[in-house]
């Protein structure tokens, strides 16, 4: 791939997806648009409107087109849709012109070639990564599912888990994406309805243009919205993005959590660093989590633009074009995704897990952790303030810096309470590292649930 | 209902919904978590962990709680679960107080309560309250399902549909946000998970801690979360608000619509105005269109409240509480949206339509209407280029101010092509009002539809 | 210009301005990022730290960097500036090596280059185009400052105003905005504070390392921030970004108002049409308002990224780098806006103004705008209740489809405040077309106002 | 202050900031309006149009309004503003009736109170908060300005700095947002100008209806927009809330960073914590950042609300509604933010810092902080390549855990430039926490710069 830089958009200079510009570049557009131009000459000869010749003529001519000549047709006609109809007509008989974009309005091309290819996208593209990066998690889920680390909330240590739990947690949250996904982008519709949606020209001619209109979409594999005005009804445009964006929220978390653990204080896991990289331009010690932090940043240079998407479900009337330039952005939605998730896999992939650095993290509160269980206990054994007595207790082992067990086992005031603690829960609360509860477990069975549902 | 204006949100001093308040005020919200409480204590009493009394005692104190001393407690001890489980402890006998809270960390309280109340919301009143609306629309749409209107894309004349036909697109819209919205909340999920989400208390004292947690939600009527960390994973939340805020503009499309019908210059439909209604405080002639404009100003208050709930997706390892404050604003999200489905049931129950000034606003352009049929018809008669001609043809009869069809008709270079256009087709090109496609039998279709999809 | 479509961004493929890729492009930004690199060496002369040997050897390094190279160094070391920093000192002699990037941290070079570059294109290119727009806004207004125009709120006739009144607001508006980009560009801070912005490698060199920083600076025509961390404080930044983002939203308003202003029924304005223009694929009568509509849906597409700036600016400790790759979308901003303010531009100067059907429009109406100026009348007079008289007339007149001036004076009830109606004031109840206030004044005041103001 | 829970609104009945009420508070609202109102009757006695008896009884009047009965007559009428006009009406003699509101329409009054109260709102409460939070920033960037902290990019150790340096920051930035926030309330403006905008009927009775306005908000201590129509442009206030926005911003970034410092594992700092305080409801020893967490999530919900402003620049020509219901929601934006400030200088002022935990973890890295001063001393030195040579020794020292210093020191490659280091500089190798630029110092100097700046 040639790459210039004399351009502003950092999708097309620097996170470009190479993969994704058949769909999703301009010039797909323009060949998906051409596409619903041979898909209506195929079903005007379906009807017998048009000879086979005819039919040739035009796949020939739509097959050739290049968005070069269209942007020049436009520039003298100032209409892209009509630019293009123009450009088929020039490169075919006299005889073939008239059934150029016949029965059309330039929202019958626009619309279904988008769904089209976003579809399209989709399916070949973003989904697959989606996947690979599901199956990447699972992975690291299920080698890490026994390995202690400390839980943390509010940034603080809590109760114990495993480092396999808590990315399971990500392989539920990304899998039922990848569903919301998928869902979403086969409740794309089309629409060959004309002008203004009620079938005004195709009702003239044909008994029943609902029919037509299937025909049409379905040559390209869609179904119709059950009705549109000038355009699609914009709800399933914005479910779609709205599974796009919830997923990018995800890799958006995760980064964070990575971010966060690779801390200089924390060191539970790092981005893998290359020999020859460079981690700061002044400071050559540094090894920055730059690839989360970049997933971080590019999800929320795309998160405000679903606003767009919201704001464009106003359309006056059968449609004002005040939606068509906004449009025209959000292809670079999906890519500024794919190439996050893309990124994600690379870095997921090689990602660095240190279990002594986890281990330590954990023994540094294994103290105070037993609180909890301790609490609960107490509380089991009948102790009416349990919650409140263990709170001061904790107070008291931090101010004389004592085990909060001990303090605990020689208080004589709880002693009935403690004598009715089993010793399986005394062992736990003499060795916390036992209080992981089911994580183990739990990420197993996260799993082999998403394996099965995603059927991967 | 008496009214506090000492307030500062208009959600509660003047767009309040009196219904909604047995889910989403905060008094609600309070009286769900002890219900969560209370659902807990059964299943503590039928594991045989608690005494039918004891059990008694905790529902009897649960139904007794007030917003006002649980808020008294949390002053002291700054914090809100805790205060509420205190609160209950107060109204138990020592032997009972134990098992209060017992195995819950404060989160599977609140984010079950949350799910909780905004399923009774949509179940009890929002969707009542759509599909009251979905009716009326289709009402509407059967009424006027021929009563000729003249299309507009770009706020310009395009072709003739029926009033019937552009409701019915807003019958199929609500529809489909009326599935969303049941789904969405269909899918929402409650936890009992512990504190990290592990189970890590309940699994020394039970077997299946799971089966715990799906004890204590089916009391509830809710299902687990798969996986859980401190909280629920935040998707079912994003897309349950997404149902919401994309069923938001629909109503917002739809009072742009009308306001923009109820324009001076083109009087079409028009809010019903009462006897003693005041239009401007100073023009005593003004009718405007109030309550659209309320609809749609209600939309652009709320509509970005959205990315509170995308960026709510994010919360650091097994959470951190920078989603507990945003997550209070959630509630008034639905009771505005309530309120502005409400007030569009209102209104549109009263809506008035003009068919007088629909036709006039017809004529206006029915000698540059045809222009569209014109050309398909040169075109499927075989003109090579008939767009371009009629185009021409429409600039000189508004130059000379002369009839299109006439011109047309009289211009021997087409008599070729005219010849072929037969008898019903030139019957459109001298009446175009027929030219409005399947628009009336479109509107029955979808109506028909919506009504057999939701069963109403 | 030669343009490329196999690229994903409406920005470069589609709305590019040619005149701001130099300051805004990737080949810019880098070139820029150069330019702080050789005011470095600058200083370094300057305190004889270098020889002017050293000095030329950087300065002619810097001018012939390229971006293809600094990519591809990038891509073997992962890290953009030390990229940019590589390069330089492969050109250079290895007695120079050491002197380049000396004590600086990449951001001392990033966000220099960026304030530096936003400045430049604002003074070059887009603050001369905003100033364009507003002449020819101002012509417009004073064109047609007598020009009667119905004035409208609600989308309803309301009281009479002049065109060239309607259009002086925007001049206001637009030029209040030309002086708080100008004000917020001049705001922007670069910063050559080191790595964490304690000068801490300077400060060992340097007795006052404020000095130093403002010496770089100041070759580049900046001023430092009164203190940074490894970056700037972000608010500055935030500031301009708003200041364009508001003006983007005048630019909005316009082009609503004029979209609104050619709807077929009301015809008050329209966008010129080229002689070859084509309005629609299947419509051949139609003039849309495409580029009014373009400007709204450009509006649309750019506004929610205002809140990427906004989260921006939450940067951890003395910085992360989760506004690195978000900050590379920022020059779309601007670029976006400016190719809306010269679409504007094209439109404006040729907007097609019909006095004729404003003149009609307000005829509509005429019979009731009189009811403002009467009921004041009457009030003045003494009239206890003059407003809700004047409402119960207006309902009568419109019931009996008479005047509603014939039916007051003809009412004897208030012939006594009727008598005290003077002759100018009758007069006005005679001719609404008079009652316009000081519109054509207020016009003309405006316009000499912003002349002065902004010195054009 | 009694509070009500069966509210929706968290504003309300949670995050109340009693001092607001009496601007901000509907009641306060209503009663705003009413001095409008007053305002207009001296005016008029001025001017002679009423007597001095009229005008006691408007005033009078004026000041026994209740929000109460304005609703009921609201109810009635359906017109806020015409329904507090009649309430006036009611309790004036039928000789003073009709100069209530005399020459106004509804947003005469509206806007130019809403101006009033965010201005009143912002001297008497926010901006003196925002000061109070000022001062105890600058105390604690003082009282820490030599306590040692390592710097922090990228959640990695960094270079030295200070405590106080690190605070310092805030001071500057949020004394930038002071002085803006207070720049943007005093261009706030009202309007006197009509229906329309055009001062249509006060040009009747006036030769100079501008001067009649300026004489209106005068007396209310604003200025008029230069042009208005039946609306203030929306400008000033789109500044207003931008400076509110960004102000909360720099509150959101502190509150990240202190619960960053309060991790585990780091512990620089903490909320200080009550003897009965309640960290968690079933982990007796928790202490987390609540308050922060409550600060960065009130801004999460907050900030989106900006959105609400820039769409409400666009109102269709002389003026839509569309921006009634969503000016409502406003106010609490203010509120939000004023409980936040209040709550960041109860935190504030207790704040917990541990400059122990801080040279302990200023500690941990140590050995590698002097990479950079070593690569500089070397390049300086003249070594061609010490930025990669370095980099490459950081790589050894941590593969054979050998100190850096040591190593570098040790090698005979470099001794050439080694021995052109001299004293100061190799007192800095050795003992790094030295090596914190002029972090005390700038901290002074900031502290010192918004002393004067702010005469506080």
């Not at 009715?420 to 082999?448: C, F, H, M, W």
Request: proline share 4%; glycine share 4%; net charge neutral.
């Amino acid at each position: 791939m040639e790459r210039s830089f004399n351009l502003f958009s950092p999708i097309d200079y620097r996170y470009s997806v190479e993969e994704l510009k058949k769909y999703l570049s301009e010039e797909a557009f323009i060949k998906y648009k051409a596409k619903v131009e041979a898909s209506l000459a195929k079903v005007l000869l379906k009807r017998k409107f048009i000879s086979e010749k005819i039919y040739r003529e035009i796949v020939e001519a739509v097959e050739n087109i290049s968005p070069e000549e269209v942007y020049e047709e436009e520039k003298r006609i100032k209409h892209d849709i009509r630019a293009l109809v123009n450009c088929i007509r020039k490169r075919v008989s006299e005889e073939a012109k008239p059934y150029i974009h016949l029965f059309a309005t330039s929202y019958d091309i626009v619309d279904t070639a988008n769904v089209m290819r976003y579809r399209d996208a989709v399916e070949n593209v973003i989904l697959p990564d989606m996947i690979r990066l599901e199956k990447i998690w699972m992975e690291i889920s299920l080698r890490y599912k026994d390995t202690l680390q400390i839980g943390r909330t509010h940034g603080q240590h809590a109760e114990p888990i495993t480092f396999g739990f808590s990315i399971a947690l990500y392989v539920h949250r990304w899998g039922e994406r990848i569903v919301r996904v998928k869902e979403a982008k086969e409740n794309l519709k089309g629409k060959f309805s004309g002008a203004v949606g009620a079938y005004n020209s195709l009702s003239i001619f044909f008994e029943n243009p609902e029919e037509f209109e299937m025909d049409v979409l379905s040559e390209l594999g869609l179904k119709p919205a059950e009705i549109s005005t000038q355009i699609v009804p914009p709800e399933p445009v914005a479910d779609f993005f709205h599974s796009i964006i919830t997923s990018f929220g995800v890799l958006a978390n995760f980064a964070d959590d990575m971010r966060h653990l690779q801390r200089s204080e924390i060191g539970e896991v790092g981005e893998a660093f290359e020999e020859k990289q460079v981690g700061s331009s002044t400071m050559p010690q540094k090894k920055n989590p730059v690839n989360f932090e970049n997933i971080k940043s590019m999800w929320k240079a795309i998160l405000p633009r679903i606003l767009t998407v919201y704001m464009d479900q106003i359309s006056e009337h059968q449609r004002d074009l005040t939606n068509s330039c906004s449009q025209r952005f959000l292809p670079e939605i999906l890519v500024a995704f794919d190439s996050s998730v893309r990124r994600m896999i690379r870095i997921s992939e090689k990602l660095q897990v240190d279990a002594e650095n986890m281990e330590k993290n954990f023994k540094m509160s294994e103290f105070k952790i037993i609180a909890e269980p301790l609490y609960i206990f107490l509380a089991v054994s009948g102790h009416p303030d349990a919650h409140e007595y263990v709170r001061g207790k904790v107070m008291e082992c931090m101010r004389e810096k004592k085990s909060l067990y001990k303090l605990v086992m020689e208080d004589e005031s709880v002693k009935p309470y403690i004598d009715k603690i089993d010793e399986r829960q005394k062992e736990i609360l003499r060795n916390p590292s036992k209080y992981t509860g089911i994580s183990s477990k739990k990420a197993e069975k996260i799993v082999n649930l998403w394996k099965e549902r995603l059927s991967i």
